[in-house]
T-cell receptor, first 114, second 114 residues
Framework: GQQLNQSPQSMFIQEGEDVSMNCTSS?????WLWYKQDPGEGPVLLIA?????ELTSNGRLTAQFGITRKDSFLNISASIPSDVGIYFC??????????????FGEGTQLTVNP | NAGVMQNPRHLVRRRGQEARLRCSPM?????VYWYRQLPEEGLKFMVY????????ESGMPKERFSAEFPKEGPSILRIQQVVRGDSAAYFC????????????FGPGTRLLVL
């Protein structure tokens, strides 16, 4: 089946620093998404990307859909303490019998030191 | 406008017992997805249902696991004869369409098998 490799697994940064994380896939996706999960909660959607090469921003967050459709990255600028959490990438094929399912990466644990 | 609701939030079972996890989708949503998250891992797709129909169950274990989404009432994920390896967080997502950005996640049920 499809797999997503997400890196880094964890990051420890100082408040105010920029952060970058990425995901690569063994096969293509037609939609890429980035989620944040807080302890004891479900994932919350941050950004959705629909076209190869697309660059989308949401406040301090910027994400890009790779041209090959096999990768994506997420940048967080000027990090703040509330950015702490686990960030997941996810891909959706969008067609076929299994097209609706989301395939998730393993997550990046972000720690921000004040 | 209530979000996706899951209950119970925490469930403790002894080996061999049955676990029933409930998911009430957002109002107006007729698509339900179940995902499982093992500790320090990403979410793994299990099953996708519409009202009274299983659309994609390719992520469900072949034995002991079943899911339903009746015409009335919540979606149920049922695990028979639980084993310790079933301990995980189980998340439900619902959507009004099949596109990825419309899948909203519930807070999850944490299952612990003793």
């Amino acid at each position: 089946g499809q797999q997503l490799n997400q890196s880094p697994q964890s990051m420890f940064i100082q408040e105010g620093e920029d952060v970058s994380m990425n995901c690569t896939s063994s096969s293509i996706f037609n939609t890429w998404l980035w989620y944040k999960q807080d302890p004891g909660e479900g994932p919350v959607l941050l950004i959705a990307l629909y076209k190869a090469g697309e660059l989308t921003s949401n406040g301090r967050l910027t994400a890009q859909f790779g041209i090959t459709r096999k990768d994506s990255f997420l940048n967080i600028s000027a990090s703040i303490p509330s950015d702490v959490g686990i960030y997941f990438c996810a891909g959706q094929l969008g067609r076929g019998a299994s097209g609706s399912r989301l395939t998730f990466g393993e997550g990046t644990q972000l720690t921000v030191n004040p | 406008n209530a979000g996706v609701m899951q209950n119970p939030r925490h469930l403790v079972r002894r080996r061999g017992q049955e676990a029933r996890l409930r998911c009430s989708p957002m109002k107006g949503h007729s698509h339900v997805y179940w995902y499982r998250q093992l500790p320090e891992e990403g979410l793994k797709f299990m099953v996708y249902l519409q009202k009274e129909n299983i659309i994609d169950e390719s992520g469900m274990p072949k034995e002991r696991f079943s899911a339903e989404f009746p015409k009335e009432g919540p979606s149920i994920l049922r695990i028979q004869q639980v084993v310790r390896g079933d301990s995980a967080a189980y998340f439900c997502a619902s959507s009004i369409l099949t596109s990825a950005e419309t899948q909203y996640f519930g807070p999850g049920t944490r299952l612990l098998v003793l």
